[in-house]
């Protein structure tokens, strides 16, 4: 046996930090300097000039941090260099103030890393409907009602409006926090579906629902005219898979309403989308096309605090990349959103584990758990009552 016996700490926050530092006895007035020291941040930033990159390696080693940059940045051999800035947030922090003045555009770059720290330190509290405030404290269930002929899992089985209407009230009833209908398979090669069939089949259970649930009821189309029809059917949420790309209608409709927005990533209509999976840089790319759809939100009036991101697993992503987006899920706290995920009963769920779609209850349960760990605010998911017991135990775990 050692006689030092050593073991690594799991440092995730700064409350964390000061538990550990209070159970060995540091005195109070060390713990507030102490507790950042035990925490860091990596940053990236991409293809600045090797002037900006070599500005900012100097000012990070210069404050007790670092920043790695590519091979010929500091000869300046090379044009430009993508930058991975590490330090604690104060070190971050007291960066930004140097930056501001430097010169080379870095003063603007301070804003952006000023922006960045304030995003991912702030965790968003609401999510505002259009008839209501969400609290986060907890996660979100969102009920998946599908009442089309041909989606991946349940196609088929809630055609009947009434019957449709009974899946929704039992979502409910087993914990579901918001119903998301759908007129319109979204699984890959599903064919497009015309707004007024879409219209047709969802507008009757919104009709139905809206005097009965006590929960918010989500549109999942990317039409703005069928948006438009639910909405005024009683939903009061927009779940748009093209993040407001498919349809110019759809950002006016949002903002003139009110509704809550779901702002999800994709490439391309599910009917073509998984020949498009390829991407230079899989977490970046996908961050920069959320951005972009956010901005698209904000500029035709949406609120920010009605905006909720969701990276699109398995649209227009393949296994590995749907592997890859849950294990690096809290890189999306870049955006200062709460995030969606969506991976129930998925294919990259039935690859891992070889089962087929009815059989993915419990694989969709560890994803759900682990989603929630790293900083998922709401779960899309068929399965209500063991999805909101597997989303409670994952968030009573991280909030102890």
């Not at 070599?54 to 260099?81: F, H, P, Y």
Request: glycine share 10%; hydrophobic share 45%; proline share 4%.
């Amino acid at each position: 046996m050692s006689a030092f016996p050593a073991r690594l700490l799991a440092i995730t926050s700064r409350e964390d930090a000061e538990r550990e530092l209070a159970r060995i006895g540091v005195d109070p007035r060390g713990i507030g300097m102490m507790s950042s020291k035990m925490l860091t941040r990596c940053v990236h930033l991409n293809k600045l000039l090797c002037r900006q990159a070599n500005i900012l390696k100097q000012e990070m080693m210069g404050l007790g941090g670092d920043a790695a940059v590519a091979r010929g940045t500091v000869a300046c051999s090379i044009d430009t260099t993508d930058v991975i800035l590490m330090g604690t947030d104060k070190q971050l922090g007291r960066l930004c103030e140097k930056l501001v003045h430097q010169p080379f555009g870095l003063a603007d770059l301070a804003g952006e890393l000023t922006a960045l720290l304030a995003n991912v330190s702030q965790v968003p509290k609401t999510w505002k409907t259009a008839r209501r405030d969400l609290a986060l404290d907890r996660p979100l269930i969102m009920g998946i009602l599908n009442v089309t002929p041909d989606s991946f899992s349940d196609g088929g089985r809630f055609l009947d409006p009434h019957r449709a209407a009974e899946r929704a009230l039992e979502m409910e009833a087993e914990g579901a926090d918001i119903i998301d209908i759908g007129g319109e398979s979204t699984r890959p090669g599903a064919p497009q579906v015309p707004a007024a069939e879409e219209l047709r089949r969802i507008s009757p259970v919104i009709e139905q629902l809206a005097g009965r649930l006590s929960c918010p009821i989500s549109v999942d189309t990317w039409k703005g005219e069928v948006a438009r029809g639910a909405l005024a059917a009683g939903a009061e949420i927009i779940n748009d898979i093209s993040g407001f790309g498919f349809d110019p209608a759809m950002a006016p409709v949002a903002a003139g309403s009110g509704a809550g927005v779901v702002l999800m990533h994709t490439r391309g209509t599910p009917d073509r989308m998984q020949s498009n999976t390829v991407y230079e840089d899989l977490l970046g790319d996908i961050i920069a096309g959320l951005r972009c759809s956010f901005y698209s939100a904000v500029s035709a009036g949406v609120e920010r605090e009605r905006i909720v991101i969701d990276p699109g697993i398995g649209f227009a992503k393949d296994f590995a990349a749907n592997l890859e987006i849950l294990r690096r899920l809290r890189e999306f706290a870049s955006l200062g959103l709460p995030l969606l995920v969506g991976t129930s009963r998925k294919t990259f769920i039935g690859k891992t584990l070889g089962r087929v779609t009815g059989e993915r209850m419990v694989g969709t349960a560890a994803t759900v758990a682990l989603a929630v760990a790293n900083g998922a605010s709401i779960l899309r998911v068929h399965d209500v009552r063991a999805m909101r017991e597997a989303a409670d135990m994952a968030h009573a775990i991280v909030a102890s």
